[in-house]
């Protein structure tokens, strides 16, 4: 069994890791069945109890005591995704150096945005004292993807943890080692914490179906949107609140008064790196046909020397998910097909598990390159009439997850027309490196955010509490003792108060 194949509980006992560029078997790990599943999570209930009890001083204390544990093993964690992701050491190593912020920005601010607010009562409940307080939601179970396999599900982790929670996490099957090595470090750094805190299950989709039941207080997940209903669909059954990160279809824009190079330089990167498998990546481009060929000229030029590999030179790894190479190769050839033209790559570039550089101009907006999500190391360009179309183009996505604008001057003005959860201007994907910003998308992108105080209070229930201070003779609105006097009264100062607006 690898973990290619999708095997349902009670049809197979374990699944094998293997490297994604050499097919080498890396680990067999014990799938865990609908039992286990259940067990994990009676774990961590038992466990919130000391965790939640916690003060946000000494959660930030664990919190800040893993990131160290990590930082320890930095070298290991990276050789590990690079062998079982596939991607560069490199890009391993900034991977975890983005998990690390999450996490201590999390940790440094989990009080400052959860901590107990007052709230002004009104005038009409003068006598009450109003408190806003934040509570943990209990268990929360994190259905990981294998993409960015420490940095993405982190965005729920750390968050969630820093919130007072305790974490099941089932990482994704192609990225099982990287996942149980970011929980057991947790454990290392934390020896004196119970049992259950932070704690991983392993295993396929049917695993995660089972996590889905298994009586946690939220859900989140990231992986496709098809997927994603379906976990929706489970959860509501016991009205169990989700949070989904899913697909993209992102789009840049890149504008007349834009800088030609610097456009290029992001676009290249942003739509190949990671062999594309980004959900926040490049797809697909809008440029004003002003400076459309000095454009594309450039971006051939960057890729022209950009190759996939597994040694030390690569400029990025393997597609990790075998099938996903068959959904390229498709949507390749489907936009040739539908008046697409290759200025570099084609057919021929899908060589097994990598995949070069693919650019794809004015390909039919309804072909499955422009339309779909591609996460493949390929991109499609359009020349466009100016902004406007750029924007109506881009808007027209069932997908708002991420996106870029490139203008030196229209860049926030452009920006504020997209429906999206995230743009970046003058850059592409700056805003998932800043820990303070919310990430997530609107449509078929998902619901929910993760990181920032938005992420925080995902993993958070408000609890509204209102404290009669005293009595107010005559007063009492909500009471049968209710005199016409008090009545009267009101249907004097109601006018008063809110009466006077023109």
């Known amino acids: 069994m ?4 999708t095997a349902p509980l009670g049809q197979a006992d374990t699944l094998t890791s293997v490297n994604p560029a050499t097919g080498e078997t890396l680990a ?9 599943v259940r067990v994990a999570v009676a774990k961590a209930r038992a466990a919130a109890a000391t965790w939640g009890a916690l003060t946000y001083a000494e959660r930030k204390k664990h919190l800040l005591r893993w990131g160290s544990k990590l930082v320890a093993k930095s070298d290991e964690l990276s050789e590990l995704i690079h062998a079982e992701n596939g991607k560069p050491l490199d890009d391993a ?28 009562p009104g005038a009409f409940m003068a006598n009450f004292a109003a408190h806003l307080e934040y509570r943990p939601v209990g268990v929360v179970g994190v259905i990981g993807p294998w993409n960015y396999p420490i940095y993405t599900p982190n965005g729920s982790i750390a968050y969630a943890l820093a919130a007072g929670n305790t974490v099941v996490f ?30 991983t299950i392993n295993g396929f989709g049917a695993t995660g179906a089972a996590l889905v039941q298994a009586g946690v207080d939220k859900i989140a997940f990231t992986g496709s949107t098809a997927t994603g209903k379906k976990i929706m669909a489970a959860a509501a059954e016991r009205l169990t609140p ?16 834009a800088d030609i190079k610097a456009a290029a330089d992001a676009v290249a990167w942003g739509a190949t790196s990671n062999s594309g498998q980004t959900c926040a990546g490049v797809e697909r481009v809008y440029v004003d046909k002003s400076i459309a060929d000095q454009f594309v000229t450039e971006v051939k030029r960057i890729l022209t020397d950009i190759k996939p590999g597994s040694g030390a030179k690569a400029s990025y790894g393997p597609m990790t998910m075998p099938s996903q190479i068959d959904i390229v190769r498709r949507h390749i050839d489907d936009a040739l097909k539908n008046g697409g033209t290759a200025v570099l790559g084609g057919p021929e570039s899908v060589k097994g598990p990598f995949i070069e550089p693919v650019v794809i101009v004015d390909a039919d907006e309804s072909s499955d390159a422009v339309a779909e999500e591609t996460f493949g ?16 183009l881009a808007n027209k996505s069932k997908y708002g997850l991420g996106s870029a604008v490139y203008s030196k001057k229209q860049g926030m003005e452009i920006a504020r027309r997209l429906h999206v959860g995230c743009t970046s201007v003058n850059s592409v994907l700056s805003y998932a490196a800043i820990s303070g910003l919310p990430f997530g998308g609107v449509g078929d992108s998902g619901i929910g955010r993760i990181h920032g105080a938005p992420g925080l209070l995902e993993f ?43």
């Open 2 to 5: 690898t973990a290619t194949e």
């Open 28 to 36: 067999t790990y014990q799938i865990d069945d609908e039992t286990a």
């Open 93 to 120: 190593f900034l991977e975890l150096m983005l998990a690390l912020e999450h996490i201590k920005w999390a940790a440094a601010n989990a009080e400052k945005v959860l901590k107990p607010k007052k709230v002004a």
């Open 170 to 199: 089932k990482p994704s099957e192609f990225s099982t080692g990287i996942g149980n090595f970011f929980a057991a470090a947790f454990a290392e750094a934390n020896p004196e914490l119970p049992d259950g805190v932070f704690v």
């Open 242 to 257: 989700v949070l989904l990160e899913c697909g993209g279809k992102d789009a840049v824009i890149v504008a007349a008064d």
């Open 377 to 392: 190391p390929t991109v499609t360009i359009r020349t466009v009439n100016g902004v406007d179309e750029a924007v109506e």
């Open 460 to 502: 958070s229930r408000p609890h509204s509490i209102a404290v009669q201070r005293f009595t107010i003779p005559g007063m009492a609105l909500l009471s049968y003792s209710r005199t016409d006097r008090t009545m009267g009264l009101l249907r004097k100062l109601v006018p008063l108060i809110h009466g006077r607006a023109k």
